[in-house]
């Protein structure tokens, strides 16, 4: 009789844990992207010649993203990156990339053109752009809350944040809770494992 009820209890266990564990586990594979910010408008020209604003990403996702081309430290590792969100997500019409030139003096649509070109941006939802510059560093600093600016000690004579914003189709800046509940706000454009949580939150926007 003991064998038997071994068994059944065996039995139960098995059924119990089939039904029940792949449920635990999807609730834990869930991200609740919470909402950091609102992107203000913007009206700037692309490598292409063409103006570019809000209404261009509208119901979009998109990542923003500011450098400059002649950057010799971060941006080709930011960009590089960049690059392999872009080929992710190559051809979905619902997804682009802006990216800000905080050097728009030097940053030309043509030159912004050849620097796309060089580093594989082929998506026609990724725009380069530039524009008037404090313009744009009131942009970056005041209205996306990530750092540009001229400073002639640094490498470059620029400097900017390293991040990446994330923004939903309704134009607010989303992201991730960190492992004790904050938000990250933004994900490192140089760290693998950032570059891989931006791409899922990406797939659960574009669900949204």
């Given at each position: 009789?003991?064998?038997?009820?071994?068994?059944?209890?065996?039995?139960?266990?098995?059924?119990?844990?089939?039904?029940?564990?792949?449920?635990?586990?999807?609730?834990?594979?869930?991200?609740?992207?919470?909402?950091?910010?609102?992107?203000?408008?913007?009206?700037?020209?692309?490598?292409?010649?063409?103006?570019?604003?809000?209404?261009?990403?509208?119901?979009?996702?998109?990542?923003?993203?500011?450098?400059?081309?002649t950057?010799?430290?971060?941006?080709?590792?930011?960009?590089?990156?960049?690059a392999?969100?872009?080929?992710?997500?190559?051809?979905?019409?619902d997804?682009?990339?802006?990216?800000?030139?905080?050097?728009?003096?030097?940053?030309?649509?043509?030159?912004?053109?050849?620097?796309?070109?060089?580093?594989?941006?082929?998506?026609?939802?990724?725009n380069?752009?530039?524009?008037?510059?404090?313009?744009?560093?009131?942009?970056?600093?005041?209205?996306?809350?990530?750092?540009?600016?001229?400073?002639?000690?640094?490498?470059?004579?620029?400097?900017?944040?390293?991040?990446?914003?994330?923004v939903?189709?309704?134009?607010?800046?989303?992201?991730r809770?960190?492992?004790?509940?904050?938000?990250?706000?933004?994900?490192?454009?140089?760290?693998?494992?950032?570059?891989?949580?931006?791409?899922?939150?990406?797939?659960t926007?574009?669900k949204?």
């Amino acid at each position: 009789m003991k064998k038997y009820s071994y068994i059944g209890v065996a039995f139960i266990i098995l059924i119990f844990g089939i039904y029940t564990v792949p449920k635990v586990v999807n609730r834990f594979k869930t991200t609740t992207l919470i909402t950091i910010g609102k992107v203000p408008p913007f009206e700037f020209t692309n490598q292409n010649g063409i103006l570019i604003s809000n209404s261009f990403y509208k119901n979009k996702v998109y990542v923003i993203e500011f450098f400059f081309t002649t950057c010799p430290t971060i941006c080709p590792i930011m960009n590089k990156n960049m690059a392999t969100i872009q080929n992710e997500f190559y051809g979905n019409l619902d997804f682009g990339i802006a990216s800000f030139s905080i050097n728009p003096e030097y940053d030309t649509p043509q030159i912004l053109k050849e620097y796309a070109k060089k580093n594989g941006a082929t998506w026609a939802n990724w725009n380069f752009l530039t524009g008037d510059k404090e313009t744009i560093y009131a942009f970056a600093n005041k209205g996306i809350a990530l750092y540009a600016g001229e400073n002639s000690a640094a490498e470059g004579g620029f400097e900017h944040s390293g991040m990446f914003a994330l923004v939903d189709k309704n134009g607010h800046i989303r992201s991730r809770l960190d492992e004790f509940g904050n938000p990250i706000a933004f994900y490192d454009g140089l760290d693998t494992k950032n570059i891989l949580m931006l791409k899922e939150d990406i797939k659960t926007l574009l669900k949204e």
